[in-house]
């Protein structure tokens, strides 16, 4: 009999799977670092016309070790602790909310891959504009050298970070009702773009093609979701048969 209880094993192993494919994947698409740069410099060349090339200025303005340690650190934090937090708290909580996350997470990170793959593109840090790799300077954990074993360094487009952290936000919000905590959850997206583009780690154009990828997921995942309550024997197949 097919039952729609989301079990806690059954949720690891999809994530592991999921992640693992997706890890491996951008690693095998990781591309030059000429064609990568050309990239970036389009980039640049496309926020300069556009009058929104505002990487450099917001790195200076937020400068000062202090401020750019915490920076530096909620860069790390946003996928190696606040992703997973978050699912695992929705899982207890709300567990219509964390099927919508969790499938919007996966189908982004499918759709990201092959965009990887197809169009490298070297990060601020890394892109010989002037801009420090922040992170490496300030955080525990470098993203320079043997660390890259671990991560593709030329997958700034689309913004992953950005993209969940908007989409943590708002499922977060939607799974409480006090207003102050859904406008504190609510604020996480622009923090962690704000986080991303002054550590130069990100273009602005990488902030939006994260939003939008990470839109797509939402509509691959639901599109999926629905799919499997009408699978037979699921209950909204079951609603639609007579008894």
Known sequence: MFTSRITARTELKLFGVAYLVYVTARWIAAGELGPATANADW???????LGVGVERSVQQAFSADGVMWLLSNVYLAAQLVVLPASLIWLYRRNKDVYRRLRDTV???WMISVPIFALFPVAPPRLADMGMNDAVSEQAGVALTGSSTVFYNPLAAVP???CGFAFAIGIALAAAVRSPWL???????????SLTVVATGNHYVFDVAAGIVVSLAGLYVGSKRLSWS???PGSSG??????A
Do not use: M
């Open 159 to 161: 913004s992953l970070h």
């Open 182 to 192: 859904k406008a504190l959850f609510l604020s996480w997206g622009p923090i962690v």
């Open 106 to 108: 996966i189908a982004t």
């Open 229 to 231: 309550r009408l699978r």
């Open 237 to 242: 197949a079951r609603r639609l048969v007579p």
């Open 43 to 49: 980039i640049i060349e496309l926020e300069r016309d």
